[in-house]
Nanobody, 127 residues
Framework: QVQLVESGGGLVQAGGSLRVSCAAS????????MSWFRQAPGKEREFVAG????????YYADSMKGRFTISRDNAKNTVTLQMNSLKTEDTAVYYC????????????????????WGQGTQVTVSS
């Protein structure tokens, strides 16, 4: 069982930066590929960024490339999403997600494969 708790959401002006973090419980964090998803009002949950178990492989949705950076610290059981050059369309609830992975290089991009979800943290970007 893995429990995920997000933090760091808030209100920021367009063009600004924000960092959201996810703290995971349990001793098996390093066995999980970690991802961030987001969901805006009236829209489906969408993939934002993912990172492999080892942290050596990352993948981003096209609209986030060059602006967002995902990282993890397996010693501290945390995964972080650094968001720069934020746009109003980035406004959403951001969810941390964990999927057990046998491979150390796989990145999970589909919400259908997720084993555990965090409760979400609101990110609001004002114009």
């Amino acid at each position: 069982q893995v429990q995920l708790v997000e933090s760091g959401g808030g209100l920021v002006q367009a063009g600004g930066s924000l960092r959201v973090s996810c703290a995971a419980s349990g001793r098996t964090f390093s066995r999980y590929a970690m991802s961030w998803f987001r969901q805006a009002p009236g829209k489906e949950r969408e993939f934002v960024a993912g990172i492999s178990r080892s942290g050596g492989t990352t993948y981003y949705a096209d609209s986030m490339k060059g602006r967002f950076t995902i990282s993890r610290d397996n010693a501290k059981n945390t995964v972080t999403l650094q968001m720069n050059s934020l746009k109003t369309e980035d406004t959403a609830v951001y969810y941390c997600a964990a999927d057990f992975a046998w491979s150390t290089t796989v990145v999970v991009t589909s919400a259908k494969n997720i084993d555990y979800w965090g409760q979400g943290t609101q990110v609001t970007v004002s114009s």
